[in-house]
Protein backbone atom coordinates (compact mmCIF):
# COMPACT_ATOMS: atom_id res chain seq x y z
CA UNK A 1 0.00 0.00 0.00
CA UNK A 2 1.02 3.53 -0.63
CA UNK A 3 1.21 6.47 2.04
CA UNK A 4 2.00 10.02 2.13
CA UNK A 5 4.71 11.45 4.27
CA UNK A 6 4.58 14.88 5.19
CA UNK A 7 8.43 16.33 7.09
CA UNK A 8 8.48 20.07 9.17
CA UNK A 9 11.03 22.09 9.77
CA UNK A 10 14.52 19.81 10.42
CA UNK A 11 13.09 16.80 9.26
CA UNK A 12 11.72 18.14 5.71
CA UNK A 13 15.50 19.80 5.92
CA UNK A 14 16.67 16.05 5.92
CA UNK A 15 14.12 14.44 4.17
CA UNK A 16 15.00 17.21 1.39
CA UNK A 17 10.97 17.65 0.38
CA UNK A 18 7.99 18.32 2.91
CA UNK A 19 5.77 15.97 1.16
CA UNK A 20 6.79 11.88 -0.10
CA UNK A 21 4.94 8.95 -0.93
CA UNK A 22 5.73 5.94 0.09
CA UNK A 23 4.90 2.12 -0.12
CA UNK A 24 4.85 0.39 2.96
CA UNK A 25 3.34 -3.48 4.17
CA UNK A 26 -0.30 -3.28 4.32
CA UNK A 27 0.14 -4.21 7.76
CA UNK A 28 2.28 -0.92 8.66
CA UNK A 29 2.15 1.12 11.75
CA UNK A 30 3.46 4.77 11.81
CA UNK A 31 6.56 3.16 13.58
CA UNK A 32 6.91 1.13 10.37
CA UNK A 33 6.90 4.33 7.76
CA UNK A 34 9.40 5.80 10.10
CA UNK A 35 11.88 3.36 10.16
CA UNK A 36 11.20 3.13 6.48
CA UNK A 37 12.33 6.65 6.68
CA UNK A 38 15.34 6.66 8.77
CA UNK A 39 16.48 4.22 6.94
CA UNK A 40 16.15 6.52 3.65
CA UNK A 41 17.24 9.50 5.49
CA UNK A 42 20.00 8.19 8.83
CA UNK A 43 20.15 11.34 9.80
CA UNK A 44 16.56 11.85 11.18
CA UNK A 45 16.97 8.34 13.40
CA UNK A 46 18.45 9.58 16.46
CA UNK A 47 15.43 12.40 16.12
CA UNK A 48 12.38 10.06 16.81
CA UNK A 49 12.43 10.51 20.63
CA UNK A 50 11.75 13.92 20.25
CA UNK A 51 9.00 13.11 17.45
CA UNK A 52 5.65 13.88 17.68
CA UNK A 53 3.23 12.20 14.62
CA UNK A 54 -0.06 12.95 13.15
CA UNK A 55 -2.27 10.59 10.81
CA UNK A 56 -4.63 12.29 8.44
CA UNK A 57 -4.23 15.35 10.66
CA UNK A 58 -5.13 13.68 13.71
CA UNK A 59 -2.34 13.28 16.34
CA UNK A 60 -1.76 9.91 16.62
CA UNK A 61 0.86 7.49 18.17
CA UNK A 62 3.83 5.47 16.53
CA UNK A 63 1.60 2.14 17.08
CA UNK A 64 -1.39 4.24 15.22
CA UNK A 65 -1.76 1.30 12.40
CA UNK A 66 -2.01 3.31 8.76
CA UNK A 67 -4.34 2.21 5.45
CA UNK A 68 -3.67 3.04 2.36
CA UNK A 69 -3.39 6.36 1.06
CA UNK A 70 -3.24 7.87 4.87
CA UNK A 71 -1.56 11.13 5.40
CA UNK A 72 1.59 10.29 8.23
CA UNK A 73 2.88 13.45 9.45
CA UNK A 74 6.28 13.41 11.45
CA UNK A 75 6.19 16.40 14.08
CA UNK A 76 9.51 18.11 15.56
CA UNK A 77 9.35 19.39 18.65
CA UNK A 78 7.27 22.66 17.92
CA UNK A 79 7.92 26.34 18.17
CA UNK A 80 5.57 28.56 17.42
CA UNK A 81 3.95 31.59 19.90
CA UNK B 1 -8.50 38.89 7.72
CA UNK B 2 -9.83 35.68 8.91
CA UNK B 3 -13.01 35.67 10.13
CA UNK B 4 -13.01 32.66 12.56
CA UNK B 5 -12.25 33.31 15.62
CA UNK B 6 -9.23 30.58 15.64
CA UNK B 7 -6.79 30.81 12.52
CA UNK B 8 -3.79 31.11 10.69
CA UNK B 9 -2.83 33.53 8.48
CA UNK B 10 -0.27 35.15 6.23
CA UNK B 11 -1.35 38.75 6.82
CA UNK B 12 -0.19 41.49 9.38
CA UNK B 13 -2.36 40.47 12.53
CA UNK B 14 -4.90 42.71 13.85
CA UNK B 15 -4.96 43.30 17.70
CA UNK B 16 -8.57 45.00 17.55
CA UNK B 17 -9.85 42.10 15.05
CA UNK B 18 -8.76 39.37 17.48
CA UNK B 19 -10.54 41.09 20.16
CA UNK B 20 -13.63 41.50 17.98
CA UNK B 21 -13.55 37.86 17.46
CA UNK B 22 -13.22 37.02 21.18
CA UNK B 23 -16.35 39.13 22.04
CA UNK B 24 -19.03 38.23 19.13
CA UNK B 25 -20.39 41.15 17.00
CA UNK B 26 -22.16 42.62 19.33
CA UNK B 27 -20.94 42.75 22.58
CA UNK B 28 -23.65 43.62 24.96
CA UNK B 29 -21.80 44.07 28.50
CA UNK B 30 -21.60 40.47 29.37
CA UNK B 31 -17.47 41.27 28.87
CA UNK B 32 -15.79 43.19 31.64
CA UNK B 33 -12.71 42.47 30.81
CA UNK B 34 -10.84 41.04 28.04
CA UNK B 35 -7.03 40.13 28.19
CA UNK B 36 -5.14 40.30 25.09
CA UNK B 37 -1.48 39.01 24.29
CA UNK B 38 0.87 39.47 20.94
CA UNK B 39 3.64 37.61 20.88
CA UNK B 40 6.07 39.71 18.67
CA UNK B 41 9.39 38.66 16.91
CA UNK B 42 12.45 39.65 19.10
CA UNK B 43 15.70 41.29 17.11
CA UNK B 44 18.36 39.82 19.42
CA UNK B 45 18.14 35.38 20.25
CA UNK B 46 20.99 33.81 21.85
CA UNK B 47 23.36 36.68 21.10
CA UNK B 48 22.05 36.76 17.67
CA UNK B 49 20.44 39.47 15.84
CA UNK B 50 17.33 38.25 13.93
CA UNK B 51 16.97 39.20 10.30
CA UNK B 52 13.44 37.62 10.16
CA UNK B 53 11.52 34.10 11.60
CA UNK B 54 10.37 32.07 9.00
CA UNK B 55 7.05 30.49 10.21
CA UNK B 56 5.72 27.51 8.97
CA UNK B 57 2.65 25.19 9.84
CA UNK B 58 0.70 22.07 9.58
CA UNK B 59 -2.06 24.41 9.17
CA UNK B 60 -5.04 21.46 9.52
CA UNK B 61 -3.52 19.91 12.42
CA UNK B 62 -2.71 23.43 14.05
CA UNK B 63 -6.29 24.66 13.76
CA UNK B 64 -7.29 21.45 15.25
CA UNK B 65 -5.20 22.13 18.63
CA UNK B 66 -6.36 25.74 18.62
CA UNK B 67 -9.61 24.14 19.10
CA UNK B 68 -8.26 21.43 21.27
CA UNK B 69 -6.84 24.72 23.13
CA UNK B 70 -9.85 26.13 23.15
CA UNK B 71 -11.70 23.27 24.84
CA UNK B 72 -9.16 23.21 27.75
CA UNK B 73 -9.99 26.75 28.17
CA UNK B 74 -14.03 26.60 28.08
CA UNK B 75 -14.12 23.40 30.42
CA UNK B 76 -11.75 25.56 32.98
CA UNK B 77 -12.87 28.90 32.56
CA UNK B 78 -16.79 28.15 30.63
CA UNK B 79 -17.05 32.08 30.77
CA UNK B 80 -14.39 32.82 28.83
CA UNK B 81 -14.42 33.72 25.11
CA UNK B 82 -11.23 33.28 23.33
CA UNK B 83 -9.94 34.32 19.87
CA UNK B 84 -6.49 33.21 18.48
CA UNK B 85 -4.44 34.05 15.77
CA UNK B 86 -1.32 33.21 14.40
CA UNK B 87 0.78 34.44 11.37
CA UNK B 88 3.01 31.42 9.24
CA UNK B 89 5.52 33.17 6.70
CA UNK B 90 8.27 35.80 6.78
CA UNK B 91 8.00 38.04 10.22
CA UNK B 92 10.11 41.14 10.52
CA UNK B 93 11.59 42.04 14.03
CA UNK B 94 8.62 43.43 15.61
CA UNK B 95 5.93 42.08 13.62
CA UNK B 96 3.33 40.25 15.67
CA UNK B 97 3.48 36.51 15.96
CA UNK B 98 0.54 35.51 17.60
CA UNK B 99 -2.48 37.27 19.22
CA UNK B 100 -4.95 35.98 21.31
CA UNK B 101 -8.03 38.25 23.36
CA UNK B 102 -9.98 35.81 25.96
CA UNK B 103 -12.99 37.79 27.03
CA UNK B 104 -14.24 37.21 30.62
CA UNK B 105 -16.80 38.94 32.60
CA UNK B 106 -14.26 39.44 35.16
CA UNK B 107 -10.44 40.47 34.80
CA UNK B 108 -9.35 37.31 37.17
CA UNK B 109 -10.37 34.81 34.23
CA UNK B 110 -9.46 36.69 31.54
CA UNK B 111 -5.43 36.79 32.45
CA UNK B 112 -5.22 33.44 33.59
CA UNK B 113 -6.92 32.04 30.25
CA UNK B 114 -4.88 34.15 28.45
CA UNK B 115 -1.74 32.83 29.62
CA UNK B 116 -2.83 29.09 29.74
CA UNK B 117 -3.83 29.56 25.61
CA UNK B 118 -0.25 30.79 25.38
CA UNK B 119 1.69 28.14 27.30
CA UNK B 120 -0.67 25.57 25.27
CA UNK B 121 0.02 27.12 21.67
CA UNK B 122 3.74 26.72 22.52
CA UNK B 123 3.47 23.09 23.94
CA UNK B 124 1.20 21.44 21.20
CA UNK B 125 0.63 23.11 18.42
CA UNK B 126 2.68 21.86 15.04
CA UNK B 127 3.86 25.31 13.86
CA UNK B 128 7.98 25.79 13.56
CA UNK B 129 10.19 28.66 13.43
CA UNK B 130 13.30 29.26 11.31
CA UNK B 131 15.45 32.01 12.74
CA UNK B 132 17.80 33.93 10.00
CA UNK B 133 20.33 35.84 11.36
CA UNK B 134 23.43 37.08 10.36
CA UNK B 135 25.40 34.54 8.73
CA UNK B 136 23.34 31.61 9.36
CA UNK B 137 19.73 30.02 9.92
CA UNK B 138 18.64 27.88 12.76
CA UNK B 139 15.21 26.08 13.45
CA UNK B 140 14.27 27.00 16.66
CA UNK B 141 12.40 23.96 18.69
CA UNK B 142 10.58 23.82 21.69
CA UNK B 143 7.81 21.09 23.04
CA UNK B 144 7.28 17.80 21.57
CA UNK B 145 3.93 18.22 19.84
CA UNK B 146 2.28 16.24 22.61
CA UNK B 147 -1.04 17.17 23.50
CA UNK B 148 -1.77 13.86 25.76
CA UNK B 149 0.77 14.89 28.20
CA UNK B 150 -0.99 15.42 31.47
CA UNK B 151 1.75 16.99 32.86
CA UNK B 152 2.63 19.44 30.22
CA UNK B 153 -1.11 20.93 30.62
CA UNK B 154 -0.62 21.24 34.43
CA UNK B 155 2.70 23.30 33.67
CA UNK B 156 0.59 25.13 31.40
CA UNK B 157 -2.03 25.63 33.98
CA UNK B 158 0.54 26.67 36.88
CA UNK B 159 1.86 29.56 34.74
CA UNK B 160 -1.61 30.36 34.79
CA UNK B 161 -2.78 30.56 38.02
CA UNK B 162 0.60 30.85 40.11
Known amino acids: MR ?13 GSGTLT ?17 QEFPAVAPL ?31 SGG | MPTTPLSL ?31 TVRREHLGRQVAYLEYEAYEPLAEKALGLIAGEVAGQWPAVRLAIQHRTGRLAPGEASIVIAAASPHRAEA ?31 GA ?10 QAAYRSACG
Open chain 1, 3 to 15: VTIRLFARLRDLG
Open chain 1, 22 to 38: RDVADDASVDTVWQALA
Open chain 1, 48 to 78: RASIAVAVNAEYATFTTRVMDGDEVAFLPPV
Open chain 2, 9 to 39: TVSPIETAEVVRLAEGESPDGQFGAVATFIG
Open chain 2, 111 to 141: FQACRYAIERVKQIVPIWKREVFAGGEAWVE
Open chain 2, 144 to 153: PADPSDEGAR
